[in-house]
Nanobody, 113 residues
Framework: QVQLVESGGGLVQPGGSLKLSCATS????????MNWYRQAPGKERELVAA???????NYEDSVKGRFTISRDNAKNTVYLQMNSLKPEDTAVYYC???????WGQGTQVTVSS
């Protein structure tokens, strides 16, 4: 079974930054596109960022220019650098391997003064 372990969340003030990490046990990590999702209380889970096996990236409109997704294939890890955080970014953040149905436990991000 594939494992996904997210980390790096926490409480941050508006305008602050966090960097999330997601380590995975999937074999041949480098061939897979990776996604970051988030789920706020009372809302559906939404895709916020994606990175292809070749390094191409896409972002949900509300995070463009503030979030950066990256990957380290040697470490089987995908990252999400989040800058200029807003209270509406508060959510549990999850990573996912594109095409797989496995989810990690998520990491809580809370943006509040």
């Amino acid at each position: 079974q594939v494992q996904l372990v997210e980390s790096g969340g926490g409480l941050v003030q508006p305008g602050g930054s966090l960097k999330l990490s997601c380590a995975t046990s999937v074999f041949s990590f480098s061939i897979y596109a990776m996604n970051w999702y988030r789920q706020a209380p009372g809302k559906e889970r939404e895709l916020v960022a994606a990175i292809s096996s070749g390094g191409s990236t896409n972002y949900e409109d509300s995070v463009k220019g503030r979030f950066t997704i990256s990957r380290d294939n040697a470490k089987n890890t995908v990252y999400l650098q989040m800058n200029s955080l807003k209270p509406e970014d508060t959510a549990v953040y999850y990573c996912k391997i594109h095409g797989f149905q496995y989810w990690g436990q998520g990491t809580q991000v809370t943006v509040s003064s």
